[in-house]
């Protein structure tokens, strides 16, 4: 059994190196990204796009080259358990998600996903043996298309000088910063000098 | 010269592996994350968060344990070429950011990213040479605090069913998923079965 071109020990290594926990939505979500790279044709460019921030963006980042850094990974939250993998330009793509219908086999990934057991209740061990005996077949598979402009990040264009900071900040963005404006997400701020 | 743990090369090495090319934001991201660890106690545990999402997270999440899919690393997009590591609980943190005033000595850094010169005229060579040079130099540091509540991603609470698509969700959302009130990044949508 692997998970894209590692074994599965492999994936959980990578896992804990990573993400710093094995955590089963991760392991879920390299299975996930598994199924969708299966469905899509090979040598094509595509980008990726989780409906949640949890755990899943970084089976994306572990298993292709798209990252938040480099935009080719965006974070649509929408709350739901899937990854999206969609050709770049035209926006045809394929949807992996966890299906609540499938869970019924699998109790202890049912009472954990739907939060039916409190942590202490839940038997981690059982947890993880059941997803790796699941693999593939928690999850069900779309054709999808997306809307690249909604979803990808805008180019940036003409860079200003913020008059009330003195930062670079995307001239787009009106006279000022959107942290001057009144977005910051600083209660206080204190210059402590320059390293040199 | 090191970035965190690592020798300059083995860094480039990292950005290479995990961002697909050598963007040098990303270099730079290196010497902001560096410089903020320095400025940190040891032995306790910091947040992250990014002002801008090009570049910057992967800076993040290749040298510290915060990443996106574990909740450590939240970008807060307010267009700024700024990190900063905050204290968990009560958001007394540090603030590194690229000083636009410390540009001038480094001529092909400031006319790359105030977008002075087109793509085309700039040596990339001499580019990356510079930022090498300059490491800190460029950067100024502040202490801040952030309202970690603001910023933070919150619990998901309760997971619900949808009764249109009928996959989980978080509950708090309302009586349906936020892709069936409408917020769906997708045109066109079909099943195409089972993996089993």
Known sequence: ???????YEEYLHLVKS???SLAPGLIIGGFIVDLALKHLPEGELFD???ETPVCLPDAVQILTPCTIGNGWLTVFDIGRFAVTMY???GGQGVRVF??????????EIRDWYLKRKKKQEQNFERLLAQIKEAGHDLLSVQRVRVEPEKIRRK??????ICPVC??????????CCRNCRGESPYTEIADIGTPS
Chains 1, 2 share one sequence.
Not at 1 to 7: D, E
Not at 166 to 175: F, N
């Open 98 to 107: 966890l299906d609540a219908k499938k869970l019924g086999n699998w109790p």
């Open 48 to 50: 990726a796009l989780c």
């Open 166 to 175: 003195g930062e670079p900040y995307p001239a787009r963005d009106g006279e």
């Open 18 to 20: 990573f993400h710093g």
């Open 1 to 7: 059994m692997n998970i894209c071109t590692y074994t």
């Open 87 to 89: 050709e770049k330009k």
């Open 155 to 160: 180019k940036l264009g003409p860079v200003g």
